[in-house]
Nanobody, 122 residues
Framework: QVRLVESGGGLVRTGDSLRLSCAAS????????VAWFRQAPGKEREFVAA????????YYKDSLKDRFTISRDNAKNTVYLQMDSLKPEDTAIYYC???????????????WGQGTQVTVSS
């Protein structure tokens, strides 16, 4: 059984940083496409970043690529999302997901975590 657990969210101030973690069990992330999505209240789930089985291939939502960094630690079977210079508009629940059913930017993945709340105060 595949299980994804996100952690690292919290309440921070504008300009602060957070590092989210996505730990997997039942699935080896080193050979998986892993993505982060986020969903703010009243909005659709949106793509944030993805890392392919080859960690050389990473993708970002255009407006976030200067502040967010996705990475993986195969030894820990964990994928991270480093978020810097956080803004109030980054407030959302952040989800990790693995094994896309279609384009990696689409929120159509086989497995999802439960999400971690990120709140950025102004």
């Amino acid at each position: 059984q595949v299980r994804l657990v996100e952690s690292g969210g919290g309440l921070v101030r504008t300009g602060d940083s957070l590092r989210l973690s996505c730990a997997a069990s039942g699935r080896t992330l080193s050979n998986a496409a892993v993505a982060w999505f986020r969903q703010a209240p009243g909005k659709e789930r949106e793509f944030v970043a993805a890392i392919m089985w080859s960690a050389m291939n990473t993708y970002y939502k255009d407006s976030l690529k200067d502040r967010f960094t996705i990475s993986r630690d195969n030894a820990k079977n964990t994928v991270y999302l480093q978020m810097d210079s956080l803004k109030p508009e980054d407030t959302a629940i952040y989800y990790c997901a693995i094994d896309p059913k279609s384009m990696y930017r689409n929120p159509e993945y086989d497995y999802w975590g439960q999400g971690t709340q990120v709140t950025v105060s102004s």
